[in-house]
């Protein structure tokens, strides 16, 4: 196990207001993290420090070996290892669902056309969606957008995978379309870091649960051992409050 | 002394060689300025988040004096009327020219410095459209493309131009309406377009209802056929 991301005392403030105080974090290859806590809690900014979307205000961020923010002119070569699915999709209006996913290979990776074609088929196959290729944004319902969604962050073959509440926009009968395509990409061993309220997620997929709480982590543990029996009054009343 | 349809067909061939010149102005005119429009929005816009973000280092610089450039030539141009514009590029830019660097003849002749004047003037509106639609662009998706490691360029070019292109249609159309009337007053520095055609066959004849009633006509086939042109652009662009 070698580590992935790590977080060295970090900091994070929008102007003068710290949001993210003294975050120590070592994630490792191959762990499926779910991050949860409260709205505002810093769950957002802390994945954002990730891929460089925000930028670390104190303190060090170590991705895939740059560092950050020293290293932030290097910020493209972090972002092209790291994958990020967003709560509204962000699916590209004016492509169709093929030429999204295609868009990483070839702009990123240099593929032809042809060979990132023939990738973002595959991708879209695996998210049950080859009948939907030639679909615009417009034309999906809101799981299948966020699966083609996925298939886009994939599509790069990304070492690190970002999700921010995958399924929060969606109606309740399409989340389990959008958590299903998620536990197979967890199976396959890439590394994730998921924001979601989905506990049934965290308990079937992930591998460590982080519970967020005023800019810090306030507990960092096995899933099943802190959903079954939460240490803190903060936790237990979190997982009430999101029904679980 | 009613409307006498002769004096219209009289004028016509007069008239259709100011309107092929009015025509052509405009076309280079808003082909040049819509070339300049989006270099001065999009350098209007240099190192913000509407076009990925902050820039480090020497680009930090480079963004911040490309926002200054833009915003100067914007202002000026929008502060001052386009006939003052065309005076000073016809007759006060050799002069500026002579002075400053002692070079003698640069003199354009007055078809190119109406070319250059709808250029430079349509350019600066142009800019502030091209600014706004590219800001109309939703953060999210300019965020999906920065996300992907794509450069600065390929996410202008691949996500947010198009996006904002199709938004930038119906107030471009506009200004491209507003630059063919505005070759109008062209007629100060002596370019022998359209009005100017209706003015020295009026001075001839002294029709002025039938006269002014053609030219008038004459522009509003040229401002449909630019609308019709801009129509067809837009349903071509596919964004649902
Ligand atoms: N761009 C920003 N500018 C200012 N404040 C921000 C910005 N983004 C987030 N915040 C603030 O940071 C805090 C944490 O936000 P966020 O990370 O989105 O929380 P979460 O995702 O847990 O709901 C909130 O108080 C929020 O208002
Ligand atoms: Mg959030």
């Known amino acids: 196990m070698s580590a992935l991301i790590e977080f060295r005392d970090v900091g994070k403030s929008f102007g003068p207001v710290e949001v993210l105080h003294n975050i120590d974090l070592t994630i490792d290859q191959g762990e499926v993290v779910v991050l949860v806590g409260p709205s505002g809690s810093g769950k957002s900014t802390l994945l954002r420090c990730i891929n460089g979307l925000e930028m670390v205000t104190s303190g060090e961020l170590v991705v895939d070996g740059i560092h950050l923010p020293r290293q932030k002119r290097r910020i493209r070569e972090v972002r092209q290892e790291v994958g990020m699915v967003f709560q509204l999709f962000h699916l590209f209006p004016h492509m169709s669902a093929l030429d999204n996913v295609a868009f990483g290979p070839r702009k990123v990776r240099g593929m032809s056309r042809e060979e990132a074609h023939d990738v973002a088929k595959d991708l879209l196959k695996k998210v049950g969606l080859d009948d939907r290729s030639h679909h615009y944004p417009a034309e999906l319902s809101g799981g299948q957008q966020q699966r083609v969604a996925i298939a886009r962050a994939l599509a790069i073959n990304p070492k690190i995978m970002l999700f921010d509440e995958p399924t929060s926009a969606l109606d309740p009968e399409l989340r389990e379309e959008v958590l299903n395509v998620m536990i197979a990409v967890a199976e396959q061993g890439i590394t994730m870091v998921v924001v979601t309220h989905e506990m049934s997620f965290a308990s079937k997929a992930g591998s460590r649960l982080l519970f967020m709480d005023g800019g810090r982590i306030a507990e960092d543990g096995d899933p099943q051992t802190l959903l079954r029996n939460p240490s803190s009054e903060r936790l237990q009343n979190f997982l009430q409050h999101v029904g679980y | 002394m009613g409307f006498e349809f002769k004096y219209v067909v009289e004028s016509i061939p007069a008239l259709l060689q100011g309107a092929k010149l009015t025509w052509y102005i405009t076309i280079i005119g808003i082909v040049g300025g819509l070339a300049l429009g989006t270099l001065a929005g999009l350098m209007r816009l240099a190192g913000t988040s509407a076009v990925g973000g902050a820039s480090y280092g020497h680009f930090r610089w480079l963004a911040i004096t490309s926002q200054k450039v833009a915003i100067g030539y914007i202002e000026l141009i929008r502060g001052t009327p386009i006939i003052v514009q065309a005076m000073f590029i016809y007759f006060a830019l050799p002069m500026l020219i002579e002075v400053t660097t002692g070079y003698k003849g640069i003199r354009f002749d007055a078809l190119t410095a109406a070319i250059i004047t709808i250029i430079i003037n349509a350019g600066a509106y142009m800019a502030e459209i091209v600014r706004g639609a590219v800001q109309s662009v939703n953060k999210g ?28 249609i119906p107030p471009l159309g506009n200004q491209f309406i507003i630059s063919l009337k505005d070759t109008s007053l062209f007629i100060v520095i002596g370019v022998g377009e359209l009005t100017r055609q209706g003015q020295e066959i009026m001075a001839s004849n002294f029709r002025a209802l039938e006269i002014w009633s053609a030219v008038a006509v004459c522009y509003l086939i040229m401002t449909t056929a630019l609308a019709l042109i801009l129509k067809f652009m837009e349903r071509r662009i596919k964004i649902i």
Do not use: N, W
């Open chain 2, 141 to 168: 998706l300019v965020e999906a493309g920065m996300a992907m490691g794509i450069s600065r360029l390929q996410l202008i070019t691949s996500v947010i131009g198009p996006i904002a292109f199709k938004r930038a």
